[in-house]
């Protein structure tokens, strides 16, 4: 007996019988889309000098020396094409400029050609926008209502924030790497006003949107929020120090149990873990590397470079004799500068690279205080001092230039008078920030010690005022000028 399709089988036929005529009619009638570009991982985003490559994702391969031609960027950012399947990455030659919006256009461009008979389509031409982060610095006050407290200075916005409230006093803080949060260390004043320290760790948000491309940040938090990170109940915290990728936090502390006093250990905690003890690890002063996951501390007559993970064995992965002191990591971790202490009371300032290579920059009487990469790795820029001719010993800071290839010194600014001063360059390398730190004689100390004993120097001098400065270095007048008020200032990355 012959059986009649039931109604949905009957639907199904006929959907099939459409869609094969559908296929068939693009088959035959061949593509009609356009070109275009489906993707740009920049777009919307806020990028900072991390931040070296974007890449546009197109629907197709496309004639990639007309792109070349044709891509736009406005303000003009140099930097050099290449390109993968249907991938265009165009990579920065230069930094980034903070503080700046940028368009990137792409038009009259046409798909490669498929076959020597088709003919390419035209691509919709593509507009898309991102920008640089704030040019914005941090620092602690040190005049009225400021006074040993956090101070946020957005110079692209034009703004000030003072961040942390005023019953604490801020003796040392760090970054996180968006600038969204800082990492910072505080004493009560009512504790500090008596002329102790002994600060606990606390973390605070500066306001400012992290909008990277990489990351997800979510919704903007309001400045000043803050949050206990470690307390001082049972050790004293004597250093940190923060990740570059924030990831982990490496504190030094001390008992306050008498029996176990000077009994120094150091700690880590991992983003979103508890305190954990670095087991078999002493030593005096360190940095974290910048993987993250590496520590380099002076231990004994040299440096040892110590795993941070718990599943790497714990013995050093190098031990460097020659070195007493790191002063700072180019940001790939290719290349360390370093400190040697010589027999004859000078001191050699060292490049070393990750290859073992070993060469010396420069060798004084003075000290050498702070040595920074800038982005491309051929200058260091350098707060030095030399000793003074007269008869009383005193060491005279400058700012100067070590070009890595030559070795050349180039000396910027002479800033005398100075016994203690703190250096940054701006993470675009366009200017640096120092301060002025004028200390209070001991009969002002005497008259009128609370705040002095509160604001010291990094020496422990007490401190009546400290100017700031900005050093332009993206200009051809170099000349510095005066931005206020305030102590170890540091430009948010």
Do not use: C, H, M
């Given at each position: 007996m012959k059986h009649r399709p039931y109604p949905l089988d009957r639907a199904a036929i006929s959907m099939m019988v459409v869609l094969t005529l559908l296929i068939s009619f693009i088959i035959m009638g061949g593509d009609h889309t356009m070109p275009l570009v489906r993707d740009f991982n920049w777009l919307e985003k806020q990028v900072g000098i991390e931040d070296t490559a974007f890449i546009l994702s197109f629907n197709r391969t496309m004639d990639w020396p007309k792109v070349e031609e044709n891509l736009t960027l406005t303000?003009?950012?140099?930097?050099?094409?290449?390109?993968?399947g249907r991938r265009l990455a165009y990579t920065l030659t230069e930094p980034i400029p903070y503080g700046t919006d940028f368009k990137v256009q792409l038009s009259q461009v046409k798909e490669a050609r498929r076959s020597p008979t088709a003919r390419p389509k035209m691509m919709q031409p593509f507009s898309g926008t991102f920008r640089s982060r704030?040019?914005?610095?941090?620092?602690?006050?040190?005049n009225g209502e400021e006074s040993g407290r956090l101070i946020l200075r957005n110079l692209t916005q034009d703004q000030k924030t003072i961040l942390t409230p005023a019953d604490l006093v801020v003796t040392e803080f760090k970054p996180y790497p968006y600038g969204d949060r800082i990492l910072f260390a505080a004493t009560a004043k009512s504790i500090a006003s008596a002329g102790e320290f002994n600060p606990e760790l606390y973390t605070?948000?500066?306001?400012?949107?992290a909008n990277p491309p990489d990351l997800d940040s979510g919704p903007q938090k309001p400045a000043g929020e803050i949050e206990q990170v470690l307390d001082n109940r049972q050790y004293q915290i004597l250093k940190f120090d923060l990740a570059l990728d924030g990831?982990?936090?490496?504190?030094?502390?001390?008992p306050k149990d008498g029996a176990a006093l000077g009994q120094v250990s150091l700690w880590q905690i991992p983003e979103g873990q508890s305190l954990q003890l670095l087991e078999n690890v002493q030593g005096g002063d360190f940095l974290i590397a910048p993987d993250s996951r590496s520590l380099v501390i002076a231990q004994g007559q040299g440096l040892a470079i110590l795993p941070l993970d718990s599943s790497v064995n714990d013995q050093p992965l190098e031990f460097l004799p020659k070195f007493g002191m790191v002063l700072s990591f180019a940001r790939d971790g290719s290349a360390a500068t370093m400190i040697?202490?010589?027999?004859?009371?000078t001191k050699s300032l060292f490049l070393v690279t990750n290859q073992g290579q070993q060469t010396e920059l420069l060798k004084t009487t003075g000290s050498i205080?702070?040595?920074t990469f800038d982005s491309q790795k051929k200058l260091l820029y350098c707060l030095l001092t030399e000793v003074g001719s007269g008869e009383e010993y005193v060491e005279i800071p400058y700012l100067a230039t070590i070009d890595i290839a030559t070795q050349k010194e180039t000396r910027l600014l002479n800033l005398p008078n100075q016994r203690d001063t703190t250096m940054a360059?701006?993470?675009?390398?366009?200017?640096?920030?120092?301060?002025q730190a004028i200390e209070a004689s001991p009969e002002k100390v005497e008259a009128s010690p609370?705040?002095?004993?509160?604001?010291?120097?990094?020496?422990?001098?007490a401190v009546t005022t400290s100017n700031l400065w900005i050093l332009p270095l993206d200009s051809d007048n170099q000349q510095p000028y005066s931005i206020g008020s305030g102590l170890n200032p540091q430009w948010l990355p």
């Open positions: 303000p003009e950012l140099l930097g050099k094409l290449s390109w993968s704030d040019r914005a610095y941090v620092y602690i006050g040190v605070v948000t500066t306001g400012l949107q990831s982990r936090i490496v504190i030094q502390r001390a040697k202490f010589n027999p004859d009371f205080l702070r040595a360059l701006a993470p675009d390398g366009s200017a640096l920030l120092f301060d609370s705040n002095a004993e509160i604001i010291q120097t990094n020496q422990g001098g």
